[in-house]
């Protein structure tokens, strides 16, 4: 997967810019606010994915203008390809000459993982974000897994909601059997999924994170379970989380709260030991974020045989020269953009594509 060609039209501050970026390393250098993030941005929305910092379409077109417009050449699936997105009052993708019906049916044409300095909340914020980072993984990969979640989550919720209802009903007790039932059924496919993920994705971090630290540190991600739901087959945790559920009711129906099952779930990230999130360095949590990041580009290159495009915002501030040139020179294999202000940084470059955003403006140094 390669951009080969990229036109941005009235994108947030660039007015109008083009790129013709190499299969390699591309750096995009330059001062503050001058549209880096911007440009990554751009090349994001093409995974047909919300943007990774507004969650408002028209906070994406310039203040100039009424439209964004987006056209971008990539080899893809042994071809070239054209995307084509203009974001107005929606979004509009064209494919290949064909309009798409929705930004669903982009889905999977242009694959691409995004770090930048927001999903340092992976490793620095509470379990929620990691969960959301495991469940939208392996929803890429698996996507009847997402519709296994939702199921999940309303079963959850039907279970919260009865738990205040036998408050004042109490012939209602015997119907927590159903959706017990129901959310055990769920839950052992989604406690399944994940540890065959993180067990996936372990093996590439490992590396990664190994690699970043000159094999000085050590990275080890596991499952952590609130409570533990064991079992080799499905149906070992199937019948393992139905009675933990069972086990749970008294305490639940005090609470009005589903307290077990993967919705409580983390996803455990240890340096040398220590849980990165206390004890990390920032230097050493922008590793562990990257890792993470680093690593699912790899489980999609090893699941689908496709080599995700890398797009890495700020990614080197923090990092020692060490951690810089394994990014620089190791990552070499795929396609990576990497913004940075410091244009030192870049000296270790052996290969690759350096460009100077300037005002809006992208150009080849
Ligand atoms: N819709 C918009 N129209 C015009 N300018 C915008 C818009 N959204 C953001 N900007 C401007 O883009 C600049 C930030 O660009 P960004 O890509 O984040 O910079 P950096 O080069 O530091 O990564 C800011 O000056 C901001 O005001
Ligand atoms: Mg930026």
Redesign the pocket.
């Known amino acids: 997967m390669n951009v080969k060609h990229l036109e941005v039209k009235?994108?947030?501050?660039?007015e109008r810019t083009t790129i013709d970026p190499c299969d390699g390393v591309n750096i995009?250098y330059?001062?503050?606010?001058?549209?880096?993030?911007?440009?990554?941005?751009s090349i994001w929305l093409f995974t047909g994915c919300r943007s990774f910092r507004?969650s408002k379409d028209?906070?994406?077109?310039?203040?100039?203008?009424k439209t964004?417009n987006l056209s971008m050449d990539f080899f893809a699936r042994d071809r070239d390809q054209n995307a084509y997105l203009e974001i107005g009052e929606g979004r509009k993708f064209i494919l290949n000459g064909v309009k798409m019906k929705s930004s669903n049916q982009i889905m999977g044409e242009f694959l691409a993982v995004i770090f930048s300095p927001v999903h340092l909340s992976l490793v620095k914020e509470g379990p929620y974000e990691r969960r959301r980072f495991l469940d939208i993984a392996i929803s890429q990969l698996k996507p009847k897994y997402a519709v296994t979640l939702s199921q999940y989550n309303k079963a959850v919720a039907q279970r919260n909601v009865l738990l205040k209802d036998i408050q004042l009903h109490s012939e209602l007790y015997d119907t927590l059997d159903i959706w017990e039932d129901r959310i055990a059924f769920f839950a052992s496919e989604i406690i399944r999924q994940r540890l065959g993920y993180i067990n996936k994705l372990s093996f590439y971090t490992d590396e990664i994170y190994s690699g970043l630290s000159s094999g000085k540190e050590k990275l080890d991600i596991s499952y952590n379970q609130q409570t533990l739901v064991v079992g080799d087959s499905k149906q070992e945790l199937y019948e393992n989380m139905k009675n933990q559920l069972y086990q749970s009711r008294k305490n639940d129906l005090i609470t009005g709260f589903t307290s077990v099952g993967p919705h409580r779930d983390d996803l455990s990230i240890k340096i040398d030991r220590l849980p990165a999130r206390t004890y990390g360095s920032q230097g050493q949590q922008r590793s562990a974020a990257l890792s993470l990041k680093l690593g699912e580009a790899a489980v999609i290159k090893n699941f689908c045989d496709v080599q995700p495009v890398a797009l890495l915002?700020?990614v080197m501030s923090e990092l020692d020269t060490g951690r810089q040139n394994y990014i620089l020179n190791h990552i070499r294999d795929w396609q990576v953009f990497i913004?940075c202000?410091d244009p030192t940084a870049v000296k270790n470059l052996k290969y690759g594509l350096k460009l100077e955003?300037k005002d809006?403006i992208c150009k080849k140094r």
């Not at 330059?30 to 941005?41: C, D, F, R, Y």
């Not at 028209?58 to 203008?65: G, K, M, P, Y």
């Open positions: 009235n994108f947030r501050n660039i995009i330059g001062e503050n606010a001058q549209g880096k993030t911007n440009l990554l941005e507004s028209s906070e994406l077109i310039n203040f100039n203008s964004a915002d700020d913004t202000c955003m809006g």
